[in-house]
């Protein structure tokens, strides 16, 4: 016996060698600071704690843990002590068992979450009720999720209070874009987008188009009105024309007959046919207040995101702007007048009654002014649009979004002119298209500031106007900077549409509160939240990895 | 060689001057002037239009209280009553109070989650962003899950959820959860926890702390001169907080020594001049020869003897008074109230025996009594910081602070949520820093947790500030979304104020001058810190 335990601890002692020093390993791993010691004792503590406790529970599952786990160690140690070389053991050793302390944290750690999926096993699967019709409260099992809600909900998560018997024209909607989109990866993928004008041309047509087709499909064209108002077809026409005679004078457009044929054409053409589809009554007018849903959510984020571009490009532009501002000999002798006519009517006649402190204060509001006139000439050189730009962006910015689209349902019915009354949906978007304005004009800033100066001069030199430089030279390649930005200011959209569920739009989160209002589905909120959160993270998650992608195929910062 | 010869001035110059009409110098001036007049005429368009719907609509906007119409009476109303409750105030707030003061108390709220939040998610933030980039697999992974997950989904989901299915679903009083046995309560109608209460004397320590503070000053900055002439190190951290401990402890007790502000009201004919006479009392009354037979009695009989109490609601009086009867093992019932002359009331009606005050309330209320000289106030000693400690009385908890799901539901939605943005952007500083500082760091011999801490840090910092503002300032924003959970904040209190009164643009536009000038007052600082620390380029 001794012969045998003699040699196994040779064979052992041979095998390790000098490879191994019990004092340095204590060192490392234990005794190294007293900050480790305590660590690794309150680690030893809390890990034999847990393993006793789900012994109780899961004895199995709790012993063929340990097992996996000792067997890792002995891996692990294998490796270390340089006795078996195995790619596992090497990946255990540099990852999971490096020292004690990350060894007694990987068994706290795998118990753990064995205890958790269990327990969102048990109640998601397991005692769940999976039937559409047994959703009522005395049908349910109270451990575990009712998923008959999101059956039975299904159309109220999609569309909202859509119409029911209008569906078709949502299905029509979602085959266009299916059709549209893959049409655009094929014809990209097989090379046809790079080599054929006529394709290009096509796309983009239908791709600025879809637009008016959602719209026509999803809110309807009315029908009443005369069929031609010939005032509305020459206001139009003399638009059109107007902004194509512009864009030749400034030489962005060249001239040809085809072209201007086209550009006649257009107005008299898109209005005849709105107003021919609306007489046909095949798409009647749906209230925009019906639709909710997912549907929702996915047409308030591309609004926002077309909307906000051209005016954040108006912003950036504005801020950027470099004209020689206002000399300060103007206007500081506007400000000192303006501030003194101010005193002198307006705080005098608020003093006069009586007020408490706060308008006693809010009384002197004319001192703003020399402030403002201090800050133009001193920030921004007397430039009133790089200014007011600036001032817009601060505003936008600092304000909570709810109170923006709140300010945009409230104010709204102020400044509309008589007779127009603006529905809820748009007046929200408009607010909400002016907050991610604000950021996407930052955005576009910084990609404009990206661009290296000399192209600019370099587009100066060769003779181009304001014009013809933005939409050449600076455009393309600012918007290559910018365009990973831009999905990322998407994804923030399409996460925050829920905020409007506040301000009563019954978007895809606003919709959960009418369906727990159905007595049949009272209190399943829980199945509802997670069904949605599942949702957003699946679109986020391919929407930001979509992003990451495309920010390595346009090579970003690498030309 | 012949030169070219330059050609003749006059050409020049004609070359040189541009005829103003194509001037940019000239025609940037009226471009802005062009600009100023565009935008005084969308503001014309959208005053007249205004002034024609407020006709319509809104002409109640600008009642002034004589009832005449004028654009200057637009806060007027904020002096009225707001006959709206508030559920959640640090001050006291009645219905009956002006708009003014319900709107100020709605700052107050948005604040004081706001800045809980904004130091709890640096910490949370600072912690994931560390456990990111660590060694251990799992640990790095469980890091990288809550991070896309909080990422990847919208905030106002996750408060929903947290609200409803996780705070709303928490079980009654009755049978409110204790963790660990610790004296925190988690119920569905909050979260009790045990909270310090200052008593009088707490100013006399706190003038002991300072002195603390001064003298761990004083012995670091002399270890530290004796550090620098003899080269070896001196514990001068250990020294320094056994000096602060010292002189903190001494002030602790001295504090209670020397202030004598609190006591408790009884008759003379119970013959109570100290706390310990009360021993008595409870013994003759139960009958009993020893004080901690009290126990084996039957309830109904300690409840009788029992020594009745009133107190004002919340006070440290009862939390100072309680302590140390619970000390000496007095049973006694307490009787709460919410104003003094309710209190000598129940007195005077000889509800209760005594009335726990400080001494200067007590002198002022025996004064009121027909026999002053039949009252007599006892002594009671205290503690300049009493621990209101929780405690389950029947259908509800008695003692500690109660925080509400509101505003428990807001703290860690919005912890976890910013949480998770400042997690990556502190491992994307940490990762800023090249990788040759790392190894140079191993290389001198720092151990992993000095690396971090001298080495890394120092100028991660640097990086992640910037962004860091942005987290901060768009976490005071998102406050607003306590709205949908029940949360009085600024954003809600605003809202009821514009339902109640119908003022929705003066409301509106006070509320967010306000959340402007919070954004303007934080980024202010925030970026004064950063100038402060940015990197030094050379």
Redesign the interface.
């Known amino acids: 016996m001794a012969a045998i335990t003699g040699s196994l601890t040779e064979r052992i002692q041979g095998t390790i060698g000098r490879r191994f020093n019990w004092q340095y390993f204590l060192q490392d791993n234990i005794t190294g600071s007293w900050l480790l010691t305590v660590w690794v004792i309150i680690l030893a503590l809390a890990t034999m704690a847990l393993t006793i406790r789900q012994m109780g529970t899961f004895p199995t599952e709790t012993t063929l843990i340990l097992v996996i786990w000792s067997i890792g160690i002995l891996l692990a140690v294998a490796e270390g002590l340089h006795i078996r070389h195995s790619r596992v053991g090497r990946w255990l050793k540099t990852n999971l068992l490096s020292s004690v302390s990350n060894t007694l944290l990987t068994l706290f750690i795998m118990l753990v979450l064995y205890a958790l999926a269990y327990s969102i096993w048990q109640w998601a699967v397991v005692n769940a009720t999976f039937d559409e019709n047994a959703v009522a409260p005395k049908d349910r099992n109270p451990d575990g999720a009712t998923w008959g809600v999101i059956a039975g909900a299904w159309d109220l998560l999609m569309v909202g209070r859509f119409p029911r018997e209008a569906l078709w024209r949502v299905r029509t909607v979602v085959i266009f874009f299916i059709l549209l989109g893959g049409l655009s990866l094929i014809v990209n993928k097989i090379g046809l987008w790079a080599r054929s004008k006529l394709v290009r041309s096509i796309f983009t047509v239908f791709w600025l188009l879809s637009p008016v087709v959602v719209y026509i499909l999803l809110a309807g064209v009315p029908a009443e009105g005369a069929f031609v108002s010939i005032s509305s077809l020459i206001i139009g026409e003399i638009v059109v024309l107007g902004t194509f005679a512009f864009l030749w004078w400034q030489k962005v457009i060249k001239f040809s007959w085809l072209s201007l044929i086209g550009w006649t054409l257009f107005w008299p053409v898109a209005y005849i046919a709105w107003r021919a589809i609306g007489r046909s009554g095949l798409f009647p007018p749906i209230n925009v207040s019906l639709w909710g849903g997912l549907m929702l959510t996915l047409i308030i984020a591309t609004s926002v995101i077309l909307l906000s571009f051209p005016m954040g490009m108006v912003l950036a532009l504005g801020r950027r702007s470099e004209v020689r501002g206002i000399p300060w000999w103007i206007i500081w002798p506007v400000a000192i007048i303006a501030t003194i006519w101010g005193l002198s009517t307006s705080t005098s006649e608020i003093l006069a009654a009586p007020r408490n402190t706060f308008e006693k204060i809010i009384a002197f509001w004319p001192l703003l002014i020399i402030v403002f006139a201090y800050i133009l000439q001193r920030t921004f050189q007397g430039n009133v649009i790089a200014a007011t730009s600036a001032a817009v962006i601060e505003f936008v910015r600092g304000v909570p979004l709810i109170t923006l689209l709140f300010m945009g349902i409230i104010m709204a019915p102020f400044f509309m002119p008589e007779g127009i009354t603006l529905e809820n949906i748009w007046a929200v978007i408009l607010g909400y298209a002016f907050f991610s304005a604000a950021y996407m004009a930052e955005l576009i800033r910084g990609g404009l500031q990206a661009l290296p100066r000399g192209q600019f001069d370099a587009a100066d030199a060769i003779g181009l106007n304001s014009l013809q430089k933005m939409r050449f030279i600076i455009l393309p390649q600012a918007l290559r900077i910018v365009i990973p930005g831009i999905v990322g200011q998407f994804i923030g959209s399409f996460k925050s549409s829920s905020l409007v569920a506040i301000v009563g739009l019954a978007e895809l989160l606003g919709v959960v509160t009418l369906i727990v209002s159905n007595p049949a589905w009272l209190g399943l909120r829980q199945e509802l939240f997670v069904f949605i959160g599942i949702i957003y993270f699946t679109g986020s998650f391919i929407m930001s990895w979509y992003s990451r992608r495309m920010e390595t195929q346009l090579g970003v910062g690498q030309r | 060689m012949a030169q070219t010869a330059p050609p003749p001035q006059t050409e020049l110059q004609a070359q040189q001057s541009v005829p103003f009409w194509r001037d940019?110098?000239i025609?940037?001036?009226f471009?802005?002037i062009g600009?100023?007049i565009l935008?005084i005429f969308i503001l014309r368009i959208?005053a007249s239009?205004?002034a024609?719907?407020?006709d319509r609509?809104?002409e109640a906007q600008f009642i002034c209280r004589d009832g005449t119409f004028s654009y200057?009476c637009a806060?007027d109303f904020?002096?009225t009553e707001a006959g709206f409750d508030i559920s959640d105030t640090i001050l006291d707030y009645e219905n009956t109070d002006p708009y003014?003061s319900a709107f100020y108390n709605g700052i107050l709220n948005s604040l004081r989650v706001g800045l809980l939040a904004v130091v709890l998610t640096t910490f949370l933030g600072l912690f994931v962003g560390i456990v990111r980039l660590s060694?251990?697999?799992?640990?790095n992974k469980?890091a990288l899950a809550y991070i896309?997950?909080f990422?990847?989904?919208?905030?106002?989901?996750q408060l929903?959820?947290i609200y409803?299915?996780i705070i709303l679903a928490l079980p009654p009083i009755k049978e409110a959860l204790q963790p660990l046995g610790l004296p925190i309560f988690l119920a569905n109608r909050g979260l009790s926890i045990p909270s310090p209460q200052f008593t009088s004397s707490a100013a006399v320590w706190i003038a002991f702390l300072v002195m603390a503070v001064i003298q761990f000053q004083v012995v670091w900055i002399l270890l530290g001169r004796q550090e620098e002439k003899t080269g070896r190190p001196s514990n001068r951290w250990g020294w320094g907080i056994i000096a602060f401990l010292l002189v903190a402890g001494i002030g602790w007790f001295v504090a209670g020594a020397v202030a004598n502000t609190q006591g408790m009201l009884t008759l003379k004919a119970n013959r109570i001049q100290e706390l310990d006479d009360l021993e008595r009392v409870i013994m003759r009354r139960a009958d009993l020869n020893f004080l901690e037979d009290v126990d084996t009695l039957p309830a109904e009989e300690i409840a009788a003897a029992a020594f009745k109490l009133c107190v004002l609601r919340d006070s440290a009086s009862e939390t100072n008074l309680s302590r140390q009867l619970r000390a000496k093992g007095i049973p006694y019932t307490v009787r709460r109230f919410d104003r003094v002359d309710q209190v000598t009331e129940a007195y005077v009606a000889e509800e209760c025996e005594a009335f726990a005050a400080s001494k200067s309330v007590l002198a002022a209320e025996r004064s009121t009594l027909e026999n002053p000289n039949s009252h007599s106030i006892v002594n009671v000693r205290e503690q300049p910081i009493v621990w209101s400690i929780p405690v389950l009385e029947g259908l509800n908890i008695a003692g500690g602070a109660r925080l509400r799901p509101e505003f428990t539901a807001l703290l860690i939605g919005l912890t976890l949520f910013y949480g998770a943005s400042l997690a990556e952007i502190v491992r994307a500083g940490i990762q800023s820093v090249t990788k040759g500082q790392n190894e140079a760091a191993r290389a001198l011999g720092l151990?992993e947790?000095q690396r971090l801490r001298l080495v890394v840090m120092p100028q991660a910092l640097k990086v992640i500030i910037p962004p860091l503002i942005g987290v901060y300032?768009s976490l005071m924003?998102?406050t607003?979304?306590g709205?949908?959970i029940g949360f009085p904040d600024m954003?809600a209190v605003t809202?009821t104020t514009?339902n109640q009164s119908g003022r929705?643009?003066p409301g509106?536009i006070l509320?967010?001058l306000v959340?402007?000038t919070i954004?303007?007052v934080f980024s202010l600082i925030l970026n004064w810190y950063n100038e402060r620390s940015k990197m030094v380029e050379r």
């Open positions: 940019t110098r025609l940037g001036i471009a802005q600009f100023i935008v959208l239009n205004f024609a719907n407020t609509l809104g200057l806060y904020m002096s003014w060694s251990n697999w799992l640990v469980i896309e997950l990422r990847n989904t919208p905030l106002l989901l929903f959820f409803f299915t151990n947790s300032l924003k998102d607003s979304l709205i949908a954003y809202f514009i929705a643009l509106m509320m967010m959340y402007l954004s303007l």
